[in-house]
C-alpha cells in the first residue's frame, strides 16, 4: 500500500494535471457537423458498408478504428463518474483516453450540456430514460462505463431497464433537459411503439462499484442480488483491485461478491493488482499519445497475460483496465456498426442501399 502523505500527493498532482489538461481540451463540436451526430444515423457509402462488414470485431486494429469504425454508426457512451468532487475529473480524463484512441467526441459528451460523465447522484431512472432515447434517436445500443459509485450507477441502470425498479420509465429527453411525458420509444427498426423498459444496452463494465458507497440509502440492495446482472446488455465487465479498500476488496471478504448473470448477459470478471489506486485508475489520457503503449494497447485481447514491464512506469496503474475496457468498446462499437448496417440494407431498397 502507499503510504498516506505520499498517496494524497499522488492524487493532488493527478487532479492538477487533469485541471491543465482540461484547459486544452477542445470544445464539445457545435458546428451542423457536430450537431448531425444527435439528429439520427447516415448511411454510410456502399465502400464503407462493405469494410465495416469484412471486420474481424475480436481484432481491431488502430487503422480500423480510424479509417472504418470511426466513419460509420457509432453508439453512444454514457461516462459514470464517482461521487467524491473532483473526481469526475478522473472521467474527464478517461473519456480523453478514448478520443485518443479514435472514438468521436461527440458520441461521449452530453448531447446536450456537453459533459463528459454523469453523476451517480442522478437518478438512475433518468439515465434509463436518456438510454431509451438515444436509442431511438439513432438505433445503436449505448455502452455505460462507471467508476465507483458510477459502476453501482450503471448497473442499477441495467436493472432500471429490466424493470426492477418498476412496471415503466419515462424517456429522458438531453436536448431540452426533461423528462418526456411517455414511457415508450418509437423502435428505430421495426417502426412500433415499445417500452422504454426492456430497452437494452451493448456493453458496460464497472470499476471498484460497491464498499462504503453502499452504506448509503440510495445504494441499499438486497446482497444477494447487488451483482445480478440482468439482459438489459450484451456484454459486462465487473473491474476488481485485489486490494481495494474503498470498494472493500480485500482478500477473504465474504461480501465481496464476484458479478455473475441473472439470465443470458454475457458477464467477466476482471481483477486487476494491488498497485492499482481506486480513485485514479481511470486516469488514462496520456497513454494513447505514447506509441509504444498505444500499440500494446491495441495488440491487447481479454487473457493473453501480456507483459507489461516494457512499459513507462507511469502506464502501470492504468493501462491493464484502459485496453481491457477499449477492446470491450471496440468489439460492441463493431458489432453495433455491423448490425444497424445490415438492418438499413433490409429496409431499404436496393439502389439505395448501395449508395
Same mark, same amino acid.
Given at each position: ?167 415503466? $420509465?419515462?424517456? !429522458?429527453?438531453?436536448?431540452?433537459? @426533461? #423528462? ?5 420509444? *418509437?423502435?428505430? /427498426? &421495426? +417502426? ?23 452504506? $448509503?440509502?440510495? !445504494?441499499?440492495?438486497?446482497?444477494? @442480488? #447487488? ?5 438489459? *446488455?450484451?456484454? /459486462? &465487465? +465487473? ?40 480513485? *485514479?485508475?481511470?486516469? &488514462? ?71
Amino acid at each position: 500500500m502507499i503510504p498516506g502523505k505520499r498517496w494524497f500527493a499522488m492524487l493532488f498532482i493527478a487532479f492538477v494535471a487533469l485541471a491543465l489538461a482540461g484547459c486544452a481540451m477542445q470544445p464539445i463540436d457545435d458546428t451542423a457537423a457536430g450537431q448531425a451526430a444527435t439528429r439520427g444515423t447516415v448511411m454510410p457509402d456502399r465502400t464503407l458498408q462493405e469494410r465495416l462488414l469484412a471486420l474481424d470485431p475480436e481484432h481491431i486494429s488502430d487503422r480500423d478504428v480510424r479509417e472504418v469504425l470511426a466513419k460509420g454508426p457509432t453508439p453512444r457512451i454514457m461516462l459514470l463518474h464517482g461521487g467524491v468532487f473532483p473526481v469526475h475529473l478522473v472521467m474527464i480524463s478517461f473519456g480523453n483516453f478514448l478520443t485518443g484512441m479514435g472514438y468521436p467526441e461527440a458520441k461521449i459528451r452530453d448531447p446536450g450540456d456537453g459533459e463528459w460523465s454523469y453523476s451517480p447522484y442522478l437518478r438512475t431512472g433518468q439515465l434509463a430514460g436518456l438510454v431509451a432515447w438515444q436509442y431511438e434517436h439513432d438505433g445503436l445500443h449505448p455502452m455505460l462505463i462507471g467508476h465507483s459509485q458510477g459502476g453501482l450507477s450503471a448497473v442499477r441502470i441495467l436493472k432500471d431497464l429490466a424493470g426492477q425498479s418498476g412496471d415503466s $420509465l419515462r424517456v !429522458w429527453n438531453p436536448l431540452t433537459a @426533461t #423528462l418526456e411525458p411517455r414511457t415508450t420509444i *418509437v423502435d428505430p /427498426f &421495426t +417502426g412500433r411503439e415499445r417500452p422504454v423498459v426492456g430497452v437494452s444496452v451493448s456493453y458496460a463494465s464497472a470499476i471498484g462499484a460497491g464498499g462504503w458507497a453502499l452504506l $448509503l440509502p440510495n !445504494w441499499w440492495e438486497d446482497l444477494d @442480488t #447487488l451483482r445480478k446482472i440482468p439482459d438489459t *446488455v450484451n456484454d /459486462f &465487465t +465487473g473491474y476488481f483491485i485485489e486490494v481495494d479498500l474503498f470498494a472493500l476488496s480485500l482478500p477473504g471478504n465474504p461480501l465481496d461478491k464476484r458479478y455473475e448473470n441473472n439470465g443470458k448477459a454475457h458477464v467477466r470478471n476482471v481483477t486487476l493488482p494491488a498497485s492499482y489506486n481506486h480513485v *485514479v485508475a481511470p486516469v &488514462t489520457h496520456t497513454l494513447a499519445n505514447d506509441p509504444a503503449v498505444r500499440e500494446w494497447i491495441n495488440a491487447y485481447v481479454p487473457g493473453d497475460n501480456r507483459d507489461t514491464s516494457s512499459l513507462p512506469l507511469e502506464a502501470a496503474g492504468h493501462v491493464l483496465w484502459a485496453a481491457d475496457v477499449w477492446y470491450s468498446i471496440k468489439k460492441n462499437w463493431c458489432l453495433e456498426a455491423q448490425r444497424w448496417v445490415r438492418a438499413q440494407r433490409e429496409r431499404l431498397p436496393a439502389g439505395r442501399a448501395a449508395q
